[in-house]
Every structure is written in C-alpha cells, then in structure tokens.
C-alpha cells in the first residue's frame, strides 16, 4: 500500500505523499520526489538500445514461474519483472500522453499510480496524479516501447491510491482518498465495470478511504478510512457495519476462508484481529513501528506485515495469533506480496528502492534488486515500490 497524505502526525518518510500532478505537485513521496520527475524522461533516454543495456540483471535464484508488477509513482511507471529470477523484463510508463497542440513529442509525465491490482491477465493501476484508472492487459506488453503499453484510461474520483477486483473479476473497487482539505468531503469510492471499463457507481464517504478487501465470496467489501474499518455489502453498496478505534488503519486483508479480517493499526504498532461474524476486534497482535502492507498465505496459517518504522516485516502465525519471526528489511519496507504459491515473500522498501526476495519456508533471503533502470545501489532511489501483485503467468519476453 502506499502511503497516505491524510496522516500529518506520521514520521517524515511517511508523511511525504502524494505528489499532486495537476501542476505537477506530486505530493509524496509515496510517490516521488521532485528530483525523480525532473530527471527522469525523454525518449531518447530509453530508445531500445539503452534500455536494454540499462536493464538490471538477474540478482534471485529458484523462484517459481510467474511474473511481478512493481507500482513505482515516483517514476510514473512500473516494473515488470520475471520471478523465477528477479530478471526486470521492462519498465512501463502509465498514463503519460502527448501534450496535445504543441506539435512535438513532448509527453505529459504527471501520473503517479500508488495501487496496483491484477485479475487474470489485465492490471488496474490507481493513478492518483491523474485522478485516473489504467487498464492494461499483461499479455500485450511490449518489450522496449516503455511509452506505449496498451491502455484503457477510465476518470475516477480525486486521488485514487487504493483498489481491489472483486473475485469474480466483474468489478473494481478504487479509494478515492480525496485531498482532505475543506468541505464538502472529496472522499469516495468508484466501482467500475470491468466489462465496460466505466463507472457505474460512487459511493461517497465522509471521511478517507486507504485500502479495499473483499470477502472470499464477495458479498462483503472491507474499506480501511481514517475512523476505522468500513464494512460494505457489494451488492446493496450500503455501509453495514463499521469498526472504530483502529489507530488510523492503513492495509486490510480477509483470511481465505472469510472468517477473519486483518487491519494494520498504524499508531499503536500492532494488527487488529477482526471476527468478520460480529464486525468486533477479537485480538491485538503487537508487530513493529508504522506498520502498512498486508499478505496472507494462501492457505491462511501466515500473516505478513511491513514495519515501515522498524525495518521490518514481522512473521505472524495465524493459529495463535503471535510473532514468530521479525525479518530484517532496510529501506522503509511498506509494501508485500506473495508469489500465488506461497513460497516467496517479496517486499519493496519505500526509500531504498530495493525489493527484498525471501523463501517462506525459513524466511531467508533469496535475493534483491534495485527496482527500475540501472542496477546500481542507488538506481532506485525515488521511484518507491508503494504496491505489488504476482501472478504464476510470466510476462512476455523478447
């Protein structure tokens, strides 16, 4: 999950957010810094020949097949990368268009998509510069024509950074954190029909939506906002029920059998355990400092947190609901996915621009590379891994 510009009191890294892209005020750094968007584009800089010889080299070993996508907002683009070795296939660029009327090749690079989520094989990017939803099919993407991936923009509300796919695929979700300055509320949610790519609904919300979940079945939505959980019926779109006092939750996840919803607690450093029968806090588990993304094993027994303040992500056991192991992660860890196996923890550091791969069977590491171009120890500074998705399909390769 990226970080949020609602939460002023946070520490300094997570506080610098949104970078508005409007006029270019790209708040955040959950984004991007100025330094990154004043350095980065031309096209000369990524014709095919440089790119290819910029691109990092393989740095894991033995992952599964699949493919990652790496939201990086402060690049305006994102990574594709292949898992069986963290070999980076391509950076893609998101939503950047000519500038109409000025008769060059001039490109607008004012995205910064934070959320990422993927259904089969299409990728729905949350471009909170652009206010926007990117449509992009995977199977498509084209090697070394980093400007032009294939896409379907759809305009949502103002500054989307959070969004799922209900799990019959029929329906994206997106947050539409708005920019909580002044009345009334900017703050929503659009659901979009993916058999149209079009809005078809919004739901408004008086206060800041930060993330979506749905339940196995997808009769309920579970929406992180700055007052604590929102629960959802999908079908009514109407709140039933709301859970307060969760210290201004970030990320939430839905065990896969239903029962039980995970909410990371940013201010008092713990998860909140949730019965999804009763809409209550069963139980506190205490992780590390600013804790935000969440994932799940896919046979529920391990939970996975980001300690962003504590360079950490602590290893929690579901059945007992404790920390049974903290795993180093330099670089202001925020966001963790998981390969559709299970077998690998992957885990992108806000400030350091590294993604850290580690084996779930010991919670070693297996390896780690620079997000974006270069391969270098600084390469991926300013770019921020803010949000993730794996898929066991690989992504094309030349």
């Not at 992009?136 to 084209?142: E, G, Q, R, S």
């Not at 329906?171 to 954190?177: E, F, S």
């Not at 307060?244 to 029962?259: M, Y």
Request: glycine fraction near 12%; charge should be negative.
């Amino acid at each position: 999950m990226a970080p949020r510009e609602s939460s002023s009191f946070r520490p300094a890294w997570a506080s610098r957010r949104v970078i508005t892209a409007g006029a270019a005020a790209v708040a955040l750094a959950a984004t991007g810094t100025a330094t990154a968007l004043a350095a980065h584009h031309s096209p000369a800089d990524h014709h095919a020949g440089s790119v290819k010889a910029r691109l990092a080299s393989s740095a894991c070993r033995g992952g599964p097949t699949g493919a990652a996508y790496i939201a990086l907002p402060g690049y305006q683009a994102f990574d594709a990368v292949n898992t069986a070795n963290c070999k980076l296939i391509q950076q893609y660029n998101v939503d950047d268009t000519r500038v109409p009327g000025t008769g060059t090749y001039d490109t607008n690079y004012g995205s910064s998509e934070e959320g990422v989520a993927i259904y089969n094989d299409t990728l729905y990017f949350a471009d909170t510069g652009s206010d926007s939803v990117a449509v992009i099919n995977a199977a498509d993407l084209k090697v070394h024509n980093y400007a032009n991936p294939a896409e379907t923009i759809i305009h949502v509300g103002s500054d989307p950074q959070g969004l799922a796919v209900t799990p019959d695929g029929s329906q994206v979700w997106v947050a539409d954190t708005g920019p909580q300055t002044g009345e009334p509320s900017l703050s929503g949610i659009s659901v979009i029909s993916t058999a149209t790519d079009t809005v078809t609904s919004t739901l408004n919300l008086p206060t800041d939506p930060r993330d979506i979940a749905f339940s196995p079945s997808g009769t309920t939505a579970y929406v992180t906002t700055g007052a604590g959980l929102l629960v959802i019926s999908t079908a009514t779109q109407r709140v039933v029920g709301f859970v307060p006092g969760l210290g201004n939750p970030e990320d939430v996840a839905v065990s896969p059998d239903g029962n039980t919803v995970y909410v990371t607690n940013t201010v008092q450093g713990v998860v909140d355990v949730i019965s999804a029968a009763t809409n209550r806090v069963t139980g506190t588990i205490t992780v590390g400092q600013l804790p935000w993304g969440l994932a799940i094993s896919p046979d529920g027994s391990t939970i996975y947190v980001a300690d962003g303040d504590s360079d950490a992500v602590s290893v929690i056991a579901a059945a007992s609901d404790t920390v049974t192991a903290t795993i180093s992660v330099p670089g202001d860890p925020v966001s963790v996915g998981l390969t559709p196996d299970g077998s690998e923890l992957w885990v992108g550091g806000l400030t350091s621009g590294i993604v850290t791969v580690f084996d779930t069977s010991d919670n070693t590491s297996v390896g780690s590379f620079v997000v974006g171009y270069g391969g270098e120890p600084n390469a991926g500074d300013g770019e921020e891994p803010t949000g993730m998705v794996l898929t066991s399909t690989p992504t094309p390769e030349p």
